[in-house]
């Protein structure tokens, strides 16, 4: 048995049941409604994984904006021969934010496809 989202009212209930307890959506259904459910289920998935996967864009992209000026600066500064320090840089605050925000969804990435195949 697994949970589903009903139809009609967005509640989760069991998939075995043929009407939903709250708000009395029939289950007793034609092929073409079970796939109807499928596709919205898929469709909702689908959408879920493409803001995931904008947010990992982002989150490379804070993380690149971090370490360009970081390399940069310590490539400056190997040329005039100072004694740099990469880590002393602001970038490695961005870089790591950008690390972890990425690390983040990547968790939560994984954490959707199980709960949507699950639910399949
Ligand atoms: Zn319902």
């Known amino acids: 048995m697994s949970l589903i989202k009903c139809p009609s009212c967005q509640k989760q209930i069991s998939d ?3 009407m939903c307890p709250h708000c009395d959506y029939s ?3 034609t092929k073409e409604e079970l796939d109807r459910v499928k596709v919205i289920n898929y469709r909702k998935y689908r959408d879920k994984m493409y803001r995931f996967k904008m947010l990992t864009y982002t989150a490379i992209a804070i993380a690149v904006a971090g370490l360009v000026p970081m390399l940069w600066a310590y490539a400056q500064a190997i040329d005039y021969g100072f004694n ?5 840089h602001w970038g490695i605050y961005l870089v790591m934010t950008g690390f972890a925000l990425y690390v983040v969804i990547r968790i939560l990435m994984v954490s959707s496809k199980k709960k949507y195949k699950s639910s399949k």
């Open 16 to 18: 075995k049941v043929i």
């Open 27 to 29: 289950f007793n259904q």
């Open 84 to 88: 740099a320090s990469i880590t002393n």
